[in-house]
């Protein structure tokens, strides 16, 4: 009987943030450990699935930077890196869209499908919803930068009750164009921002950002970022993530939270309970 009173205890505990997220939107960005584990996938899908429920509107953000790789070695496709952002070949990109947006995007929608939830596969190029530029040709090839998200579109997608799962794949502006390779962060920023999100949660393999002791840092302001990045604590594959919660608290989303994805139901766990998990990063 405790057991069951602890039970009930947890759900009380809980309703005020479920009252609170009620109806809005919050953007997801679902990589690292959590997009490859076999378990950490079903936990994923429930997790969607419960916020789905009771209320809140997910839209999912993925990337697929390993299995890009891995099947570009498989086809013995040569792929390099400046500056830890790969360049995209038009080689490239047709196997990046491959992977992306026709195996990684309809085993999430799938998966979510299967748990009972409404999910659909985009990428930016459904409906030109995304569209992009070179980031500088001449260094990444086909890498680009996002200059328009037509929000019109993923909102129609939410009020019809879906749950849209989104390919970072950007339309180029010429007739035949591939397309342009889009890093999963920036996108989900750019996506959050355009579509009015509350929230935006960045799943990683790292249990947030920590200082130089290595201990987390559980909330963060918009300044304390900068000084952090400028001394060097945040560094490496940290500094595009809390680059992108910068600019989506800049385009007007309430938080940006960057949480361990190897944490089973670590997105409950920052939704609903006070203590969150992870880092919060606030203007």
């Given at each position: 009987?405790?057991k069951?009173?602890?039970?009930?205890k947890t759900?009380?505990?809980a309703l005020?943030f479920?009252?609170e997220f009620n109806?809005?939107?919050?953007?997801?960005?679902?990589?690292?450990?959590a997009?490859?584990s076999?378990?950490?996938k079903?936990?994923f899908?429930?997790?969607i699935l419960l916020?789905y429920?009771?209320g809140?509107?997910?839209?999912?953000?993925h990337?697929?930077?390993?299995?890009?790789?891995d099947?570009?070695?498989?086809?013995?496709?040569d792929?390099?890196?400046?500056e830890?952002?790969?360049?995209?070949?038009?080689?490239v990109?047709?196997?990046?869209e491959?992977i992306?947006?026709g195996?990684i995007?309809k085993?999430?929608?799938?998966l979510?499908?299967?748990?009972?939830?409404?999910a659909?596969?985009?990428?930016g190029?459904?409906?030109?919803?995304?569209s992009g530029?070179?980031?500088d040709?001449e260094k990444?090839?086909?890498?680009?930068n996002i200059?328009?998200?037509?929000?019109?579109?993923v909102?129609k997608?939410?009020d019809?009750?879906?749950?849209?799962?989104?390919a970072?794949?950007a339309a180029?502006?010429?007739l035949?164009?591939p397309?342009?390779n889009?890093?999963a962060?920036l996108?989900?920023s750019?996506?959050a921002?355009?579509?009015g999100?509350n929230?935006?949660?960045f799943?990683?393999?790292t249990?947030?950002?920590?200082?130089?002791?290595k201990?987390?840092?559980?909330?963060l302001?918009?300044?304390?970022?900068?000084?952090?990045?400028k001394?060097g604590?945040?560094?490496g594959g940290?500094?595009p993530?809390?680059?992108?919660?910068l600019?989506?608290?800049?385009?007007?989303?309430?938080?940006?939270?960057?949480?361990?994805?190897?944490?089973?139901h670590?997105?409950?766990?920052?939704?609903?309970?006070?203590?969150?998990v992870g880092t919060?990063?606030v203007?």
């Amino acid at each position: 009987m405790q057991k069951k009173i602890e039970t009930v205890k947890t759900l009380l505990d809980a309703l005020p943030f479920i009252k609170e997220f009620n109806k809005e939107i919050v953007v997801i960005k679902y990589g690292g450990s959590a997009q490859t584990s076999p378990q950490l996938k079903e936990k994923f899908a429930e997790d969607i699935l419960l916020m789905y429920l009771v209320g809140i509107k997910p839209v999912i953000i993925h990337g697929g930077g390993k299995k890009i790789t891995d099947m570009l070695d498989a086809l013995n496709i040569d792929t390099t890196f400046i500056e830890g952002q790969r360049v995209t070949t038009k080689e490239v990109m047709r196997i990046a869209e491959m992977i992306l947006s026709g195996e990684i995007n309809k085993e999430i929608v799938s998966l979510l499908n299967s748990h009972g939830a409404k999910a659909i596969g985009v990428s930016g190029k459904d409906a030109h919803f995304i569209s992009g530029e070179p980031k500088d040709f001449e260094k990444w090839g086909l890498t680009g930068n996002i200059t328009e998200v037509k929000a019109s579109v993923v909102h129609k997608l939410i009020d019809d009750k879906f749950i849209p799962v989104i390919a970072p794949i950007a339309a180029g502006s010429e007739l035949g164009h591939p397309g342009y390779n889009i890093n999963a962060d920036l996108a989900a920023s750019q996506v959050a921002k355009a579509i009015g999100a509350n929230k935006i949660i960045f799943l990683t393999d790292t249990p947030g950002v920590l200082n130089k002791d290595k201990e987390l840092l559980s909330s963060l302001t918009e300044d304390e970022v900068i000084a952090l990045k400028k001394d060097g604590t945040i560094h490496g594959g940290m500094v595009p993530k809390v680059d992108a919660c910068l600019e989506a608290i800049d385009g007007g989303v309430a938080k940006a939270h960057i949480i361990d994805g190897r944490l089973e139901h670590s997105m409950l766990l920052e939704l609903f309970t006070s203590a969150g998990v992870g880092t919060e990063i606030v203007k």
